[in-house]
T-cell receptor, first 110, second 116 residues
Framework: GENVEQHPSTLSVQEGDSAVIKCTYS??????FPWYKQELGKRPQLIIDIRSNVGEKKDQRIAVTLNKTAKHFSLHITETQPEDSAVYFC?????????FGAGTRLAVHP | DAGVIQSPRHEVTEMGQEVTLRCKPISGHDYLFWYRQTMMRGLELLIY????????DSGMPEDRFSAKMPNASFSTLKIQPSEPRDSAVYFC??????????????FGSGTQLSVL
């Protein structure tokens, strides 16, 4: 079935360091790969997304890379700040249905 | 736009009772999704609708769960009878549909359900 593996499940970094989260997906037909951030007690919110015809996309301190051959995509956060602390979910899909990874709990320590 | 609106925010009920969760999608969004979030299973897609028609309900756990979308601005997820293992946060989400920018999924604030 459709599934996505997300690693690591927890990540602890010092403020100012970089954080990388990686996901591997199963469906080669997928063409849409978003990342969501969920703060404690709140809804998941879209932070960045990438489509299959693009290999990399950046938005300020956040970047996503996609390797369709290997079926994996990664989230890169540079110059991390305490407010980046949250759970991050990758997702993949196409034809309107999104399947989510298990999430990565990121803790940024001052 | 007010975003996706869900009610109630919190629901506490006893095992065996009927529970109804409500959702109003963003105006103009043709797709509506119901997700369930638990620590053990993460974010699970239960069912989704396109233009008020259920497209895929393969994620609905069992016959105790049912969902309807009588019109473009309202959907319900019903659990009857409820069980303690149904305790979770239930999110409703909506999107415009396929194509660039249209697949962005917007979530409601969720309903925290506790079944005692």
């Amino acid at each position: 079935g459709e599934n996505v593996e997300q690693h690591p499940s927890t990540l602890s970094v010092q403020e100012g360091d970089s954080a990388v989260i990686k996901c591997t997906y199963s469906d080669s037909a997928s063409n849409y790969f978003p990342w969501y951030k969920q703060e404690l007690g709140k809804r998941p919110q879209l932070i960045i997304d990438i489509r299959s015809n693009v290999g990399e996309k950046k938005d300020q301190r956040i970047a996503v890379t996609l390797n369709k051959t290997a079926k994996h995509f990664s989230l890169h956060i540079t110059e991390t700040q305490p407010e980046d602390s949250a759970v991050y979910f990758c997702a993949f899909g196409g034809y309107n249905k999104l399947i989510f990874g298990a999430g990565t709990r990121l803790a940024v320590h001052p | 736009d007010a975003g996706v609106i869900q009610s109630p925010r919190h629901e506490v009920t006893e095992m065996g009772q009927e529970v109804t969760l409500r959702c109003k999608p963003i105006s103009g969004h043709d797709y509506l999704f119901w997700y369930r979030q638990t620590m053990m299973r993460g974010l699970e897609l239960l069912i989704y609708f396109n233009n008020n028609v259920p497209i895929d309900d393969s994620g609905m756990p069992e016959d105790r769960f049912s969902a309807k979308m009588p019109n473009a601005s309202f959907s319900t997820l019903k659990i009857q009878p409820s069980e303690p293992r149904d305790s979770a946060v239930y999110f409703c989400a909506s999107s415009r549909g396929s194509g660039t920018e249209n697949e962005k999924l917007f979530f409601g604030s969720g309903t925290q359900l506790s079944v005692l």
